[in-house]
């Protein structure tokens, strides 16, 4: 049986009072209520997985939604990880890179440092770490720091930040490289689990 998943430009740009979702109980068929902290919902397209059709995941992709959308989820994910008294916040790849400065902006912080997937030509390999996850299966894939943004990290206090977890093996990759080079993970912090 094919799947079949509806056009997502109306997903991710705007947070629904609880009272205006359509179909709050399962089955949802093509969007899934996702409830947020303060009890507003956001709405999560529901997409099947390739490799196991008779499985499927709600999907946020962050660098689709409003501005409206991605502050409000960056301000209570501030919130979240504040208690952690970070020096610093890492963003993940991808779609974390779009989440970590808003909530880096929000706690007070004048930066963030990125990781990335692309390598650029004054990387370090020993700056890197082997990564994969359900949602980019490509093999080969690495996590890169850019060796001038080490010494930012040496010795601080981090907080990994990502818009989503599903397994964990990104967050633990990312957390590993940062601690064999000096940082302290205290925290992560991800929009959706």
Not at 62 to 70: K, T, Y
Not at 74 to 98: D, K
Not at 102 to 117: D, E, F, M, Q
Request: aromatic residues 6%; charged residues 20%.
């Amino acid at each position: 049986m094919s799947h079949f998943t509806e056009a997502t430009t109306g997903y991710w740009q705007r947070i629904l009072e609880a009272g205006e979702v359509e179909r709050p109980d399962p089955p949802w068929r093509f969007g899934y209520p996702a409830r947020l902290p303060d009890g507003r919902v956001l709405m999560l397209p529901i997409r099947q997985m390739p490799s196991e059709p008779a499985h499927a995941v709600a999907s946020l992709i962050l660098n689709q939604a409003s501005l409206q959308v991605a502050d409000a989820l960056g301000a209570m994910l501030a919130q979240r990880v504040e208690p952690y008294a970070a020096e610093l916040l890492v963003g993940l790849p991808t779609l974390g890179l779009v989440l970590a400065p808003i909530v880096a902006g929000a706690l007070g912080h004048g930066r963030y440092v990125p990781l990335g997937t692309s390598r650029k030509f004054w990387y370090d390999e020993a700056l890197s770490i082997a990564v994969h996850s359900i949602t980019s299966p490509v093999p080969g894939r690495r996590l890169y720091l850019d060796p001038n943004q080490r010494r930012l990290l040496e010795g601080k206090r981090l907080v990994l930040v990502d818009d989503a977890v599903s397994t964990g093996t990104t967050l633990q990759a990312a957390w590993d490289l940062l601690e064999s080079l000096g940082g302290q993970v205290v925290a992560c912090g991800v929009a959706m689990r």
